[in-house]
């Protein structure tokens, strides 16, 4: 049981360069999230899906897009990348009725030079 | 606006020690999670309190939940180095809101 997947585990991007960030999960969750965690700003929102086919935008959805084609992946985007975005992303998922919590896999370091 | 706040920020104890930890949140709540993050590593879920429970126990964990104040606590008994780590809560807003929101966490270290 892999739980939440995360790829790729390190990137370094150009400013303006794109790239898409893959959150795979198997354990049949209905929900799904991204966040960036920023040195002393915690864990923030940026994009969630509450099921195949939907997102909705958190705290800090500007500069990112996200897709759930299928119900146990959650893409994300990022058309033009800005030194700003340099963080660790988290993906994470859930059940609806988040019985035992979110799951979270094990972070992207992205870099924008 | 990130929806709990930690206090404190930082907190050092000594191995066999308790730590308390408090998280303050802002809207009316379904529930309430701690979590807990290594450096380096995601998260990791250790307990789940709704809003209708008052305390809640997971080995040496004992979470606290005070709706009229917004609050919660975290108290881990008898500390050990292994303990040093990140908590944070995560609250989702009543009324449907499907968000899971995070607070900044704070920074635990069990010196041995």
């Known amino acids: 049981n892999a739980g939440v997947t995360q790829t790729p585990k390190f990137r370094v991007l150009k400013t303006g360069q794109s790239m898409t960030l893959l959150c795979a999960q198997d354990m049949n969750h209905e929900y799904m999230y991204w966040y960036r965690q920023d040195p002393g700003m915690g864990l923030r929102l940026i994009h969630y899906?509450?099921?195949?086919?939907?997102?909705a935008k958190g705290e800090v959805p500007d500069g990112y897009n996200v897709s759930r084609l299928k119900k146990q992946n959650f893409l994300l985007g990022l058309e033009s990348a800005a030194p700003s975005q340099t963080s660790v992303y988290f993906c994470?998922?859930?059940?609806?009725?988040?019985?035992?919590?979110?799951?979270f896999g094990q972070g992207t370091r992205l870099t924008v030079v | 606006s990130q929806q709990g706040e930690e206090d404190p920020q930082a907190l050092s104890i000594q191995e066999g020690e308790n730590a308390t930890m408090n998280c303050s949140y802002k809207?009316?709540?379904?529930?309430l999670q701690w979590y807990r993050q290594n450096s380096g590593r995601g998260l990791v879920h250790l307990i789940l309190?709704?809003?209708?429970?008052r305390e809640k126990h997971s080995g040496r964990l004992r979470v606290t939940l005070d709706t009229s104040k917004k609050s919660s606590s975290l108290l881990i008994t008898a500390s050990r180095a292994a303990d040093t780590a990140s908590y944070f809560c995560?609250?989702?807003?009543?009324?449907?809101?499907?968000?899971?929101?995070f607070g900044k966490g704070t920074k635990l270290t069990v010196n041995p």
């Open positions: 809207t009316s709540i379904n529930n």
């Open positions: 994470a998922s859930s059940y609806s009725d988040r019985r035992v919590g979110a799951f």
């Open positions: 899906s509450v099921g195949e086919g939907t997102t």
């Open positions: 309190i709704r809003s209708n429970e």
């Open positions: 995560a609250t989702d807003a009543q009324g449907g809101s499907e968000k899971l929101v």
